[in-house]
Nanobody, 123 residues
């Protein structure tokens, strides 16, 4: 069974940085993609970034381009989201998710989800 566990969230001041981790287990993930999503109170789930384990391609939402970087470890068991120059509007619960189709920022493609980690950016 695929399991995804996020960590690294917390409280940070605007302009600060955090690194989120998504530890994946229960599958080889060789032909999968891992995505990061976020959901702020009262809003829908938004795609932030994804990385393909097939070819290493990455995608970012316009709102985070140039500030966030997605990466994976060589064992393909952990995916990271480095978040720099954080803004109050980045405040949300951040989720990682896995699927076996394409690297996409559309949540409905994803089959497996973690429990989420809270990121709060104070102004």
């Amino acid at each position: 069974e695929v399991q995804l566990v996020e960590s690294g969230g917390g409280l940070v001041q605007a302009g600060g940085s955090l690194r989120l981790s998504c530890a994946a287990s229960g599958s080889t993930f060789d032909d999968s993609a891992i995505g990061w999503f976020r959901q702020a109170p009262g809003k829908g789930r938004e795609g932030v970034s994804c990385i393909s384990f097939v070819n290493g391609s990455t995608y970012y939402a316009d709102s985070v381009k140039g500030r966030f970087t997605i990466s994976r470890d060589n064992a393909k068991t952990t995916v990271y989201l480095q978040m720099n120059s954080l803004k109050p509007e980045d405040t949300a619960v951040y989720y990682c998710a896995a699927e076996y189709q394409v690297c996409t920022l559309l949540p409905h493609y994803y089959d497996y989800w973690g429990q989420g980690t809270q990121v709060t950016v104070s102004s």
